[in-house]
């Protein structure tokens, strides 16, 4: 141990790197959804303001300006609402007849959600410009929006969950290896050797010793291997149990790692601490598995 209380690795990337998150590019997603509402509004102003330069209308940008834009931000919050949910309950062959319902009332949420947050920037938007704003009556207005809104978002629903499907078949998607059909199984099933990934259409073995750490992610449990992640549609408590002790460790409820992979160990206030793993990547261990990290990294 260090003076630092840490287990020392001489790995510079250890104290800097972040802790791990799931895995994927919030920056670029932000960046394409941002750049999609928000062209959007402005092609929508544009098309309105075309429009009445050919009828020989004024055309009141900032009014235009306002609402159209007050939409697509209304939208862009609800939908890190709408990726969060995906993520939490994702629609599967084997799981959308228990979940759609769920969607549903959601679609009625995003409606109500939508309209209130949009009216409200508006108030505030043209109080800016000394202006008021009404949006109109309800029923009549309030439901001429609804319609507008469940397309909206059943679309984005469908979008959500095939990028998604799409990102899993890119990064390739895990699966425990079956017994075969005839003769003895090749290892015991009940502790599988490898896992089977399939990526864009091809078929690869994955030793569960080159797996360096695995975080649940909803329904899924994401496998790393040499900078990679591989989603298996399993428990972490099931995968705890078909890898062997001697070699995965279980710091937390979300966690489990290679014991090979662990660096270092800082602890932190609170009896928790951040496990330094060799990519850099911190992973959080609870006040509870700390003793029992410590006692089986010892081999006690």
């Known amino acids: 141990m260090g003076n630092n ?42 098309a309105q303001w075309m429009r009445a330069l050919r009828d020989g209308q004024p055309f009141p940008a900032a009014a235009t300006s306002i609402e159209e834009f007050s939409s697509a931000l209304a939208s862009l919050g ?13 629609l599967h062959a084997d799981t959308w007849r228990r979940r759609i319902g769920f969607y549903l009332l959601g679609g009625i949420a995003w409606w109500l959600l939508h309209v209130s947050a949009m009216v409200l920037l508006r108030k505030v938007a043209f109080a800016l410009v000394g202006q008021h704003y009404t ?9 001429y929006e609804f319609f507008k809104d469940v397309q909206t978002y059943s679309l984005l629903v469908i979008a959500v969950h095939a990028v998604a499907w799409f990102g899993r078949q890119r ?33 690869f073995l994955v030793a569960t010793g080159d797996v360096e750490y695995a975080q649940a992610a909803g329904n899924y449990v994401n496998l790393r291997v040499r ?62 598995q700390l003793p029992l990290l410590r006692q089986a990294l010892a081999g006690e």
């Open 78 to 90: 609800l939908l890190a609402l709408l990726h969060a949910a995906a993520r939490r309950w994702p």
């Open 171 to 203: 990064r390739g998607e895990a699966h425990l290896l079956a017994p075969p059909d005839e003769g003895p199984p090749v290892e015991p099933v009940e502790r599988p050797q490898h896992f089977l990934v399939r990526k864009l259409g091809k078929e």
């Open 135 to 143: 949006y109109g009556a309800w029923p009549a207005q309030w439901f």
């Open 5 to 46: 209380g840490c287990m020392e690795n001489g790995d510079p990337a250890a104290s800097t790197a972040p802790v791990a998150a799931r895995p994927r590019r919030p920056r670029l997603a932000a960046a394409f959804w941002s750049l999609l509402f928000l062209g959007t509004a402005a092609g929508n102003v544009l």
């Open 227 to 288: 900078g990679h992640d591989y989603p298996l549609r399993i428990t972490m408590a099931a995968l705890e149990q078909r890898l062997d002790p001697a070699e995965f460790l279980r710091p937390h409820r979300s966690w489990l790692i290679h014991r090979g992979q662990l660096r270092s160990i800082e602890p932190l206030d609170g009896g928790e601490a951040l496990l330094h793993m060799a990519d850099g990547v911190k992973v959080p261990c609870s006040r509870r």
